[in-house]
């Protein structure tokens, strides 16, 4: 069967990133674009994926983020206090930077903090405010191996066209037990079983990708990485520990938000 007539019936030839599995049903349309989800690991995938999709990323799509700037700021503290739970502040690259403000945080907080970012409108700006920022996707930055010993990525991963290259890049750039935090929408919150097309976070011409916990999971077992959590208690203690580690003890109950922040330690094959 032809793969148009194999999409004609709600399916998609093609196969699993994360999991290989070749069951792709039809997850859902919106805009002209359809969205198929893998029926054993449940990651979904805009196909065919959208072309040129750096080129949205102009000026004015950062205008929001700019009139947010000490909220995002209020935010990154707190997702560093989250992560310092696990390791002291020491080498930090967040990955889609866009206008810095994170690296900027983290550099308030002694980390040797440096971001990469694919729009130049957004990373010439970020340089302007003297945040280390470089131009271009995390491969074309080439960094060495083993350079840095936190990557973050707030709102990446769901735009990268191959996640699991990405993910394999980070791991080269990560020094021996190194950590990765993703933050990336959840397709598993019940907010997007409400509302499917309505749901803020499907944007099928620029989000390629769209994860639930256990996918995310195996996506990082795959790539060489050890899932973890900030520890509620036995973790590591500065000023302001304590309301992350209760923060960090609320998240295990309820996930309020539909974006999800999963953690984990770079580890052997």
């Not at 020491?90 to 810095?100: A, Q």
């Not at 099928?204 to 916990?213: Q, S, T």
Request: glycine share 8%; charged share 25%; net charge positive.
């Amino acid at each position: 069967m032809s793969e148009s007539a194999l999409e004609a019936t709600g399916l998609v030839a093609d196969t699993c990133r994360v999991c290989g599995a070749e069951a792709m049903d039809l997850l859902v349309r919106k805009g002209g674009h359809d969205v198929y989800r893998c029926a054993l690991c449940g990651l979904a995938f805009t196909h065919p994926q959208p072309e040129s999709i750096a080129e949205q990323y102009d000026s004015a799509y950062f205008d929001l983020y700019r009139r947010r700037r000490r909220f995002r700021l209020k935010r990154a503290d707190v997702r560093l206090k989250q992560i310092e739970l696990i390791v002291a502040p020491g080498r930090l690259l967040d990955v889609g930077c866009s206008l810095g403000y994170y690296v900027e945080a983290a550099a308030a907080r002694g980390w040797d903090a440096v971001g990469v970012e694919i729009s130049p409108f957004a990373a010439q700006e970020a340089r302007e405010l003297a945040v280390d920022v470089r131009t271009g996707t995390l491969e074309q930055a080439a960094f060495a191996d083993a350079a840095f010993d936190c990557v973050t990525m707030w709102d990446v991963l769901e735009h990268v066209p191959d996640p699991v290259r990405h993910m394999l890049e980070v791991r080269r750039v990560l020094a021996p037990n190194g950590l990765v935090v993703i933050g990336t929408p959840d397709l598993g919150h019940i907010r997007f079983r409400m509302q499917r097309e309505r749901w803020r976070h499907l944007k099928p011409a620029e989000h390629l990708f769209y994860f639930n916990r256990r996918s995310l999971e195996r996506l990082l077992e795959k790539t060489g990485f050890r899932t973890v959590r900030p520890p509620v208690v036995g973790g590591r203690r500065f000023r302001g520990s304590f309301g992350a580690a209760i923060r960090a003890g609320l998240s295990r109950l309820v996930q309020l938000n539909d974006v999800m922040t999963v953690y984990g330690v770079k580890g052997g094959f």
